[in-house]
């Protein structure tokens, strides 16, 4: 009975359903109501097939506006965990205990939620460094070539060279010619380069132009090896990179008032 999306007693006593309370004060409310829908589906308190909510229900319980609820839901339909039918409403996806893996860029603002995010590359990028010092072609080297040199175009107009460090990285994963690099790093996006993601130590422009000429001096050992076919040396410079980029947030995170 409690499966079956047409029965609205599915959706069990409303006043139990902890979706169903007044949010509170938070910077981004579609994301808090994707949380709180989520939360009751994983917890099995909405079970798969059963119905969510009427909008209306929704919007009074959280005071949130309609668009609010229809962005949340619309998240949540893409995830796989939400289906709609016209007419009916929304419903708990019958297998949506399948939850696709996913990081939230609104949620990576701790050092660290950084820092676990950089320890996935660690894991991904170091391997990807060597297919593509054995397989990168003349294109894609000019392409890193290109890349390396816009970080240097960036730093002399004392940008911080976010989306640079990440067109450098992502120019390697073309190198790879395995597509599934270039999507990895795609679907992680921009907020890979972790001084986008958090405030850190380097307040002033003389210390952020010191910082970046530090990481593009390791950007270099990365291209060189890259350059030569040297594939022990490209993941040796890929790893100390990363590893030196943990290593500073990993301070800043031992700094952080507790």
């Given at each position: 009975?409690?499966?079956?999306?047409?029965?609205?007693?599915?959706?069990?006593?409303?006043?139990?359903?902890?979706?169903?309370?007044?949010?509170?004060?938070?910077?981004?409310?579609?994301?808090?109501?994707?949380?709180?829908?989520?939360?009751?589906?994983?917890?099995?308190?909405?079970?798969?097939?059963?119905?969510?909510?009427?909008?209306?229900?929704?919007?009074?319980?959280?005071?949130?506006?309609?668009?609010?609820?229809?962005?949340?839901?619309?998240?949540?339909?893409?995830?796989?965990?939400?289906?709609?039918?016209?007419?009916?409403?929304?419903?708990?996806?019958?297998?949506?205990?399948?939850?696709?893996?996913?990081?939230?860029?609104?949620?990576?603002?701790?050092?660290?939620?950084?820092?676990?995010?950089?320890?996935?590359?660690?894991?991904?990028?170091?391997?990807?460094?060597a297919?593509?010092?054995?397989?990168?072609?003349?294109?894609?080297?000019?392409?890193?070539?290109?890349?390396?040199?816009?970080?240097?175009e960036?730093?002399?107009?004392?940008e911080?060279?976010?989306?640079?460090?990440?067109?450098?990285?992502?120019?390697?994963?073309?190198?790879?010619?395995?597509?599934?690099?270039?999507?990895?790093?795609?679907?992680?996006?921009?907020?890979?380069?972790?001084?986008?993601?958090?405030?850190?130590?380097?307040?002033?422009?003389?210390?952020?132009?010191?910082?970046?000429?530090?990481?593009?001096?390791?950007h270099?050992?990365i291209?060189?090896?890259?350059?030569?076919?040297?594939?022990?040396?490209?993941?040796?410079?890929?790893?100390?990179?990363?590893?030196?980029?943990?290593?500073?947030?990993?301070?800043?995170?031992?700094?952080?008032?507790?």
């Amino acid at each position: 009975m409690t499966g079956h999306p047409d029965n609205l007693a599915a959706v069990t006593d409303p006043g139990k359903l902890a979706l169903l309370a007044p949010l509170r004060p938070v910077r981004n409310r579609t994301t808090e109501v994707i949380e709180r829908i989520a939360g009751e589906i994983s917890s099995g308190r909405l079970a798969p097939g059963s119905r969510l909510p009427t909008e209306q229900a929704l919007m009074g319980a959280m005071g949130v506006s309609r668009t609010v609820v229809r962005e949340a839901v619309s998240a949540l339909k893409a995830d796989g965990l939400v289906v709609t039918r016209q007419g009916a409403g929304a419903f708990v996806a019958p297998d949506a205990a399948r939850v696709p893996f996913r990081i939230d860029p609104v949620g990576l603002s701790s050092i660290g939620d950084v820092l676990e995010v950089m320890e996935l590359r660690l894991a991904v990028e170091v391997e990807a460094a060597a297919l593509a010092t054995e397989r990168a072609t003349l294109s894609s080297l000019r392409a890193i070539g290109r890349a390396l040199a816009a970080i240097d175009e960036a730093i002399r107009r004392g940008e911080p060279a976010i989306a640079e460090d990440f067109a450098f990285h992502r120019a390697i994963a073309h190198a790879t010619g395995n597509a599934l690099y270039v999507e990895f790093l795609t679907f992680l996006g921009r907020h890979v380069i972790p001084r986008q993601s958090i405030r850190t130590a380097v307040t002033t422009g003389e210390e952020q132009a010191a910082y970046l000429v530090r990481i593009q001096s390791e950007h270099r050992l990365i291209a060189a090896a890259i350059r030569k076919r040297d594939v022990r040396a490209a993941r040796r410079s890929m790893r100390t990179h990363l590893d030196n980029s943990l290593a500073r947030y990993r301070g800043l995170a031992e700094r952080a008032p507790k």
